[in-house]
T-cell receptor
Framework: GQQVMQIPQYQHVQEGEDFTTYCNSSTTLSNIQWYKQRPGGHPVFLIQLVKSGEVKKQKRLTFQFGEAKKNSSLHITATQTTDVGTYFCAVPGYSSASKIIFGSGTRLSIRP | NAGVMQNPRHLVRRRGQEARLRCSPMKGHSHVYWYRQLPEEGLKFMVYLQKENIIDESGMPKERFSAEFPKEGPSILRIQQVVRGDSAAYFC???????????????FGPGTRLLVL
Protein backbone atom coordinates (compact mmCIF):
# COMPACT_ATOMS: atom_id res chain seq x y z
CA GLY A 1 0.00 0.00 0.00
CA GLN A 2 0.92 3.65 -0.25
CA GLN A 3 3.45 4.82 2.31
CA VAL A 4 4.60 8.30 3.30
CA MET A 5 7.66 8.42 5.52
CA GLN A 6 8.90 11.48 7.31
CA ILE A 7 12.28 11.73 8.98
CA PRO A 8 13.45 12.49 11.52
CA GLN A 9 10.63 11.90 13.97
CA TYR A 10 12.10 14.42 16.41
CA GLN A 11 14.68 17.18 16.11
CA HIS A 12 16.04 19.24 18.97
CA VAL A 13 18.22 22.17 17.94
CA GLN A 14 19.87 25.20 19.44
CA GLU A 15 18.18 28.43 18.49
CA GLY A 16 19.90 29.78 15.42
CA GLU A 17 20.78 26.36 14.01
CA ASP A 18 19.24 25.05 10.80
CA PHE A 19 16.59 22.34 10.60
CA THR A 20 15.53 19.99 7.82
CA THR A 21 12.73 17.46 7.57
CA TYR A 22 12.31 14.99 4.74
CA CYS A 23 9.24 13.36 3.27
CA ASN A 24 9.50 10.25 1.10
CA SER A 25 6.73 8.56 -0.84
CA SER A 26 6.56 5.03 -2.19
CA THR A 27 4.68 6.34 -5.24
CA THR A 28 5.17 9.23 -7.66
CA LEU A 29 3.20 12.25 -6.54
CA SER A 30 1.17 14.77 -8.48
CA ASN A 31 1.86 17.33 -5.75
CA ILE A 32 2.66 17.67 -2.08
CA GLN A 33 1.64 20.01 0.70
CA TRP A 34 3.34 21.02 3.94
CA TYR A 35 1.61 21.92 7.21
CA LYS A 36 2.75 23.15 10.61
CA GLN A 37 1.05 22.32 13.88
CA ARG A 38 2.00 24.20 17.02
CA PRO A 39 1.77 22.33 20.33
CA GLY A 40 -1.90 22.13 21.29
CA GLY A 41 -2.92 23.75 18.02
CA HIS A 42 -4.24 22.71 14.65
CA PRO A 43 -2.45 22.13 11.35
CA VAL A 44 -1.85 25.25 9.31
CA PHE A 45 -1.18 25.11 5.58
CA LEU A 46 2.28 26.31 4.59
CA ILE A 47 2.75 25.57 0.92
CA GLN A 48 1.97 23.33 -2.04
CA LEU A 49 4.54 22.05 -4.55
CA VAL A 50 3.51 20.81 -7.96
CA LYS A 51 6.41 20.80 -10.40
CA SER A 52 9.33 18.40 -10.54
CA GLY A 53 12.41 19.98 -8.92
CA GLU A 54 10.38 22.94 -7.70
CA VAL A 55 11.89 25.12 -4.97
CA LYS A 56 9.84 27.66 -3.06
CA LYS A 57 10.90 30.02 -0.30
CA GLN A 58 8.98 31.68 2.49
CA LYS A 59 11.36 33.90 4.46
CA ARG A 60 13.58 31.42 6.35
CA LEU A 61 11.71 28.35 5.03
CA THR A 62 12.78 26.59 1.83
CA PHE A 63 10.64 23.85 0.32
CA GLN A 64 11.85 21.49 -2.37
CA PHE A 65 10.12 18.87 -4.51
CA GLY A 66 12.34 16.10 -5.84
CA GLU A 67 13.04 15.64 -9.52
CA ALA A 68 11.28 12.27 -9.50
CA LYS A 69 8.37 13.73 -7.51
CA LYS A 70 8.70 11.06 -4.84
CA ASN A 71 10.31 13.12 -2.11
CA SER A 72 10.28 16.59 -0.63
CA SER A 73 12.10 18.56 2.02
CA LEU A 74 11.51 21.55 4.26
CA HIS A 75 14.55 23.46 5.45
CA ILE A 76 14.47 26.22 8.06
CA THR A 77 17.47 28.53 8.27
CA ALA A 78 18.47 30.00 11.63
CA THR A 79 15.63 28.60 13.69
CA GLN A 80 13.72 30.77 16.12
CA THR A 81 11.56 29.76 19.08
CA THR A 82 8.47 30.56 17.00
CA ASP A 83 9.40 27.66 14.71
CA VAL A 84 8.58 25.12 17.43
CA GLY A 85 5.94 22.62 16.37
CA THR A 86 5.36 19.55 14.24
CA TYR A 87 5.80 19.74 10.49
CA PHE A 88 3.73 17.42 8.33
CA CYS A 89 3.84 16.65 4.65
CA ALA A 90 0.58 15.64 2.97
CA VAL A 91 0.05 13.83 -0.32
CA PRO A 92 -2.97 12.75 -2.36
CA GLY A 93 -4.05 9.18 -1.93
CA TYR A 94 -2.85 6.80 -4.64
CA SER A 95 -6.19 5.03 -5.00
CA SER A 96 -8.30 8.10 -4.38
CA ALA A 97 -7.09 11.65 -4.91
CA SER A 98 -9.76 12.92 -2.58
CA LYS A 99 -8.08 11.09 0.29
CA ILE A 100 -5.20 12.98 1.82
CA ILE A 101 -2.35 11.03 3.39
CA PHE A 102 -0.34 12.82 6.05
CA GLY A 103 3.19 11.91 6.97
CA SER A 104 3.92 11.05 10.59
CA GLY A 105 5.44 14.46 11.15
CA THR A 106 8.71 15.83 12.48
CA ARG A 107 8.55 17.47 15.87
CA LEU A 108 10.92 20.42 16.22
CA SER A 109 11.96 21.66 19.63
CA ILE A 110 14.40 24.51 20.21
CA ARG A 111 16.82 25.38 23.00
CA PRO A 112 16.78 29.14 23.51
CA ASN B 1 -13.73 36.05 7.15
CA ALA B 2 -14.29 33.55 9.91
CA GLY B 3 -12.20 30.43 9.75
CA VAL B 4 -13.31 26.86 10.16
CA MET B 5 -15.29 26.49 13.37
CA GLN B 6 -15.57 23.39 15.46
CA ASN B 7 -17.52 22.74 18.61
CA PRO B 8 -17.29 21.73 21.24
CA ARG B 9 -13.57 22.31 21.71
CA HIS B 10 -13.46 19.74 24.49
CA LEU B 11 -15.87 16.88 25.06
CA VAL B 12 -15.92 14.34 27.88
CA ARG B 13 -18.00 11.21 27.54
CA ARG B 14 -18.37 8.01 29.50
CA ARG B 15 -18.03 4.68 27.77
CA GLY B 16 -21.21 3.79 25.89
CA GLN B 17 -22.38 7.35 25.39
CA GLU B 18 -22.65 9.16 22.08
CA ALA B 19 -20.36 11.95 20.89
CA ARG B 20 -21.46 14.51 18.33
CA LEU B 21 -18.81 16.77 16.85
CA ARG B 22 -19.74 19.75 14.72
CA CYS B 23 -17.83 21.56 12.00
CA SER B 24 -18.77 24.72 10.14
CA PRO B 25 -16.57 25.25 7.08
CA MET B 26 -15.20 28.55 5.95
CA LYS B 27 -17.63 30.71 4.03
CA GLY B 28 -17.76 29.63 0.43
CA HIS B 29 -16.21 26.21 1.07
CA SER B 30 -18.28 23.21 0.13
CA HIS B 31 -15.81 20.43 0.92
CA VAL B 32 -15.22 19.05 4.39
CA TYR B 33 -12.66 16.52 5.64
CA TRP B 34 -12.54 14.86 9.05
CA TYR B 35 -9.29 13.61 10.62
CA ARG B 36 -8.39 11.87 13.86
CA GLN B 37 -5.15 12.53 15.70
CA LEU B 38 -4.04 10.35 18.57
CA PRO B 39 -1.61 11.87 21.09
CA GLU B 40 1.91 12.19 19.67
CA GLU B 41 0.78 10.89 16.29
CA GLY B 42 -0.06 12.20 12.84
CA LEU B 43 -3.41 12.90 11.25
CA LYS B 44 -5.46 10.00 9.98
CA PHE B 45 -7.98 10.65 7.23
CA MET B 46 -11.50 9.57 8.11
CA VAL B 47 -14.00 10.95 5.63
CA TYR B 48 -14.46 13.50 2.84
CA LEU B 49 -17.85 15.10 2.25
CA GLN B 50 -19.51 17.60 0.04
CA LYS B 51 -22.94 19.04 0.73
CA GLU B 52 -25.41 16.15 1.12
CA ASN B 53 -22.85 13.72 -0.27
CA ILE B 54 -20.19 11.40 1.19
CA ILE B 55 -17.36 11.27 -1.34
CA ASP B 56 -14.83 9.06 0.43
CA GLU B 57 -15.32 7.34 3.78
CA SER B 58 -12.52 4.81 3.41
CA GLY B 59 -10.83 5.98 6.62
CA MET B 60 -13.92 5.71 8.75
CA PRO B 61 -14.35 2.71 11.07
CA LYS B 62 -17.19 0.55 9.80
CA GLU B 63 -19.08 0.54 13.06
CA ARG B 64 -20.19 3.27 15.45
CA PHE B 65 -18.89 6.15 13.31
CA SER B 66 -20.94 8.19 10.87
CA ALA B 67 -20.66 11.58 9.22
CA GLU B 68 -22.99 13.91 7.40
CA PHE B 69 -22.91 17.33 5.78
CA PRO B 70 -26.48 18.49 5.30
CA LYS B 71 -27.64 21.15 2.88
CA GLU B 72 -28.11 23.52 5.79
CA GLY B 73 -26.02 23.57 8.93
CA PRO B 74 -22.68 22.18 10.00
CA SER B 75 -21.06 18.87 9.22
CA ILE B 76 -21.52 16.33 12.00
CA LEU B 77 -19.22 13.50 13.02
CA ARG B 78 -21.11 11.10 15.22
CA ILE B 79 -19.56 8.41 17.37
CA GLN B 80 -21.97 6.00 19.01
CA GLN B 81 -21.20 3.91 22.09
CA VAL B 82 -17.81 5.51 22.60
CA VAL B 83 -14.90 3.48 23.95
CA ARG B 84 -11.67 4.65 25.57
CA GLY B 85 -9.80 4.12 22.32
CA ASP B 86 -11.91 6.86 20.71
CA SER B 87 -10.14 9.45 22.87
CA ALA B 88 -8.33 11.70 20.43
CA ALA B 89 -8.36 15.08 18.77
CA TYR B 90 -10.77 15.26 15.86
CA PHE B 91 -10.00 17.90 13.27
CA CYS B 92 -12.23 19.15 10.54
CA UNK B 93 -10.83 20.86 7.45
CA UNK B 94 -12.61 22.67 4.67
CA UNK B 95 -11.46 23.61 1.22
CA UNK B 96 -12.48 25.44 -1.88
CA UNK B 97 -12.20 23.69 -5.17
CA UNK B 98 -8.76 24.42 -6.61
CA UNK B 99 -9.41 24.06 -10.30
CA UNK B 100 -5.86 24.94 -11.29
CA UNK B 101 -4.18 22.05 -9.53
CA UNK B 102 -7.19 19.81 -9.14
CA UNK B 103 -6.21 19.38 -5.51
CA UNK B 104 -7.53 21.36 -2.68
CA UNK B 105 -5.76 23.35 0.01
CA UNK B 106 -7.28 22.58 3.37
CA UNK B 107 -8.00 24.97 6.20
CA PHE B 108 -8.22 23.29 9.57
CA GLY B 109 -10.49 24.05 12.48
CA PRO B 110 -9.22 24.18 16.07
CA GLY B 111 -10.29 20.60 16.69
CA THR B 112 -12.43 18.82 19.27
CA ARG B 113 -10.54 17.01 22.01
CA LEU B 114 -12.61 13.98 22.97
CA LEU B 115 -11.92 12.22 26.25
CA VAL B 116 -13.71 8.99 27.01
CA LEU B 117 -13.73 8.01 30.68
Amino acid sequence: GQQVMQIPQYQHVQEGEDFTTYCNSSTTLSNIQWYKQRPGGHPVFLIQLVKSGEVKKQKRLTFQFGEAKKNSSLHITATQTTDVGTYFCAVPGYSSASKIIFGSGTRLSIRP
Amino acid sequence: NAGVMQNPRHLVRRRGQEARLRCSPMKGHSHVYWYRQLPEEGLKFMVYLQKENIIDESGMPKERFSAEFPKEGPSILRIQQVVRGDSAAYFCASSPLDRATNWETQYFGPGTRLLVL
